[in-house]
């Protein structure tokens, strides 16, 4: 695929990163850290949402795609990579961005993992209680 012409979006979540390539006038072909798309993402579900933001558009087969995801984990990766989608999408079709809006696929997710406290165990749970 290279030597190509594409649009790349950026995406994150908690602690991933993914960079994501879209190929116009492609076949569907998705490569996942230079693996096959459901072979990165073996787990059910996770590449049908990494990939549902091609699917509300009405692009599903019409481009390939390659990404470059690190850190965090299969979860965090996920949405690191169906945001960059949506980003990739708003560069190739503007009008696009009304429809990813309302799927809430251009919001980045700012949940991450709390800092653990002082006196606790992780960041909310307290030592057992004893009396004596």
């Given at each position: 695929m290279s030597g190509r012409?594409?649009?790349?979006?950026?995406?994150?979540?908690?602690e991933a990163s993914a960079r994501v390539r879209l190929y116009p006038g492609g076949t569907g072909e998705v490569i996942i850290n230079d693996k096959q798309g459901g072979e990165?993402?073996?787990?059910?579900?996770?590449?049908?949402?990494?990939?549902?933001?091609?699917?509300i558009c009405g692009m599903e087969g019409s481009l390939d795609m390659t990404v470059k995801v690190q850190g965090g984990g299969i979860?965090?990766?996920?949405?690191?990579?169906?945001?960059?989608?949506?980003r990739a999408i708003l560069k190739i079709?503007?009008?696009?961005?009304?429809?990813?809006?309302?799927?809430?696929?251009?919001?980045?997710?700012?949940?991450?993992?709390?800092?653990?406290?002082?006196?606790l165990r992780r960041?909310?749970?307290?030592?057992?209680?004893?009396?004596?």
């Open positions: 012409q594409y649009v790349e979006g950026i995406g994150r979540r908690k990165y993402l073996p787990r059910l579900g996770d590449l049908d949402a990494a990939l549902m933001p091609l699917r979860t965090g990766q996920t949405g690191a990579i169906q945001l960059g989608v949506a079709d503007p009008e696009k961005r009304s429809t990813l809006r309302q799927a809430g696929f251009l919001t980045r997710d700012p949940r991450a993992k709390e800092r653990k406290k002082p006196g960041a909310r749970k307290a030592p057992t209680y004893t009396k004596r």
